[in-house]
């Protein structure tokens, strides 16, 4: 059974930046592209990053392009998301997931998830 622990998460002044992990443990993590979604209250969760099993290829939303960047450790079983310039807009519950199969930006094409890390950015 695949388990993933997200930590990093906390409370950050706008501007302000962050490092997510993400461990795994109970499968073959460097077989799976990884993802990072994220939940902000009253809204549907979204894709934010992913990265290939290689770590050759990645994918971003729009949103976060220039100011986040995710990178993985097949060796530790990590995967990481930096975070920089953050506002207020990005506080939400980071989840970590490990893709199944599908389109990495749809939240459905996921198979496992962690329990989340919460952001929160004030003004």
């Known amino acids: 059974q695949v388990q993933l622990v997200e930590s990093g998460g906390g409370l950050v002044q706008a501007g302000g930046s962050l490092r997510l992990s993400c461990a795994a443990s109970?499968?073959?993590?460097?077989?799976?592209?990884m993802g990072w979604l994220r939940q902000a209250p009253g809204k549907q969760r979204e894709f934010v990053y992913a990265i290939s099993w290689d770590g050759r290829s990645t994918y971003f939303a729009d949103s976060v392009k220039g100011r986040f960047a995710i990178s993985r450790d097949n060796a530790t079983n990590t995967v990481y998301l930096q975070m920089n310039s953050l506002t207020p807009e990005n506080t939400a519950v980071y989840y970590c997931?490990?893709?199944?199969?599908?389109?990495?930006?749809?939240?459905?094409?996921?198979?496992?998830w962690g329990q989340g890390t919460q952001v929160t950015v004030s003004s």
């Open positions: 109970g499968g073959t993590f460097s077989s799976y592209s």
């Open positions: 997931a490990l893709f199944s199969n599908g389109s990495v930006n749809r939240s459905e094409c996921y198979g496992y």
